[in-house]
């Protein structure tokens, strides 16, 4: 389009050039003073006068055509527009009509084709992608080694993000009072030294087995992150009771799965998004995003990794 408009440009200049050079000639033949006009110069002037109109012609014509291309470049750009934003209505209301139980317990997960659109990411995602609560750390994303969250203490043991600690006791204290006893947080912050710590003693009690060393380091690897690569190291992830997967057994998981996203905790490891958070199902797992950001999750069906491909996206 750029281009194009450079073409019109240097055309309405060579115009307005040969415009000046015919009129410039009349000029010079008045300045002859020529006290009257001979048959030759009638030709000459009927010449410069038909020249004159054909270069209006041309001129005319260049615009008209510029014209006809600037409509149809603001035609195609409106018309694709309009198509990409009824596409994206249309798959928000497909999304939204999933439960969050059918999206954690069916195969049925979203196609992430769907969502890849070629949106250019607008200030609002900007901003959410900014959030402290939404720091992706997995597998690929280690998180700053500088970052120290601000942490405050649930009890004697345990630590949580300050920010986000009472989202968490409170959500505790919901779970008692609807009769869900059964419902502590066993393994909330943990410093990267002492993910460290944890990783270099599962490797002695798997060496202590008779594993070797490749293997004891790979056993250990595969249940625990590597220190800045786990959610852990962000004071954001809870993991629950025995931290088995025999809490989806119990009552506080269904409970969890309706509400905790009012308390703005999403179930970060998920059955069927095992392939995008190249993390084993985690029922105990919950990882604190703030309400707003878990709400939309759930109504999307999407997990974080794809929350955040999606904020990318739109
Ligand atoms: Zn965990």
Known sequence: MVEKKET????????????????????????EGSHSYSKEDNKKQEGSHSKESSNKKIFIYRIVVSIIMIVSIILVYVLNNLGNS??????TNNISNETFENAILSTNSVDNNTISTQHVTSEESLRKLNDWRLILVNYENTMAEDYVPPLANIDSARQFDARAIDS???????MKAV???????QSTYRSPE?????????????LADGKTEEEARALT?????????SEHNLGLAVDFNNVDNAFEKEPAFPWLVENAANYGFI??????????TQIK??????????????????????????????????
Do not use: F
């Open 86 to 91: 009824k596409e994206v209505g249309a798959m």
């Open 194 to 206: 002492k993910q460290k710590h944890l990783i270099d003693e599962s490797i002695q009690e798997y």
């Open 168 to 174: 968490l006791t409170q959500m505790i204290l919901d």
């Open 281 to 314: 199902y985690e029922p105990w797992h919950w990882r604190y995003v703030g309400p707003e950001y878990a709400k939309e999750m759930k109504n999307l069906g999407l997990c974080l990794e794809e929350y955040i491909e999606y904020l990318k996206n739109n």
């Open 221 to 229: 690897l595969n249940g625990i992150e590597e220190p800045y690569k």
């Open 267 to 276: 179930l970060r490891y998920p059955k069927d998004k095992e392939n995008i």
């Open 8 to 31: 019109k440009q240097q055309g309405n200049e060579e115009n307005k050039k040969v415009k000046s050079h015919s009129y410039s000639k009349e000029n010079n033949k008045k300045a």
């Open 179 to 185: 009769g869900i006893k059964n419902i502590w947080a």
